[in-house]
């Protein structure tokens, strides 16, 4: 078989299964009110965010020019980790590009074959890639399962080990037993590594995440990573912990030593995000009501977080629903295997702080009547 008949046949397997996806470019000044990003305060519009990104591209290009080893660490990426440090309550922070190679790089460089993950059925792609790049023994735990995790740690026999877990998990938006997870870990000797991508600026006090929410901030047996490009508006990601990690991961993090550092653009926005979030502690709150009164609406489980999860009969009618919100002005995500855990086609809704009330109602008596109509389909 040639390449190109393994190709076609590929995509006609997908097209079949209603699994295939495209790129759909947006446009600049595009008017749909917009309930797919993961921008769930609206920071990335805040003109301190736009003026410092456009400022420190004109400072310093338009890309940082080499690795953070070599000459791609500046000022702004010094500031900016000391900042995110100080906000979430950790020792230390160490800015990535994106928050794929955060992860990749915390799990890489801290397991290799004598080690034991303990992963967590329901976390991200990057957590479960970083798992296998590091030639680990893993075990795969049913979701929230503290006895579980605490059975496979018993069962680790002394191996060092790592359990993986979300603060707040990305497609059902439901929280993680941090409190437990952590002190099984203690027990154990293990670290917990804590994906707070969607954790930062959406729970805890102020927007300070999870971990900082139940006083875990500081403990030793806890590393917290995170993302820029959520509710801080930005892009880039970040691994918080102890200096010594830290110290760890510029050593021996692959993933952080052989890629171009983030972009000056992104590291300058992101602080004058994170500085309207500490200047304004209330401002999550507002994604909470929202949330919790457009799942009444939509008869779904209320979202710890700022995710709202629809389910759909199947990925079909699941793109049926997302093309017929867009075409009625409100543009949702729509998430299908592989990327649901449980396999369940939904839609996909994120609740922001940031929309004027106009829109806000106006999306949601479109998002509430399409689900609706929707969900009857076979």
Known sequence: MSWAEWFAGQRAAREAAGLHRVLRPRAAGDEAIDLANNDYLGLSGHPDVRRAAAEAALVWGAGAGASRLVTGTTTLHAELERELAGFTGRAAALVFSTGYHANLSVVTA????????????HVHASLIDAARLSRAVIRVVPHNDVTAVRDALAAAGGRRALVLTESIFSVLGDAAPLAELAETCAAHGALLVVDEAHGLGVVGDGGRGLLHGLGLHDHPHVVMTATLSKSLGAMGGAVLGSAALIDHLVNRARPFIFDT???????????????????????????????????????????????????????????AAQARALATGV?????????????????????????????WERAVGIVAAVAAEHRQLV
Do not use: K
């Open 110 to 121: 801290l397991a290799d074959r004598d080690t034991v993950i303990v992963s967590d059925a």
């Open 261 to 319: 550092g983030l972009a000056p653009a992104p590291a300058a926005g992101a602080l004058p995000a994170l500085r309207v979030l500490r200047g304004q502690p209330g401002l999550p709150s507002r994604i909470h009501e929202r949330g919790a009164a457009l799942a009444d609406r939509l008869g779904v489980p209320r979202s710890a977080g700022a995710v709202l999860s629809v389910p759909m009969p199947s990925p079909r009618i699941a793109l």
């Open 331 to 359: 543009r949702v995500g729509c998430f299908r295997p592989p990327s649901v855990p449980d396999g369940v086609s939904r839609l996909r809704i994120t609740t922001h702080a940031g929309l004027d009330e106009m829109s």
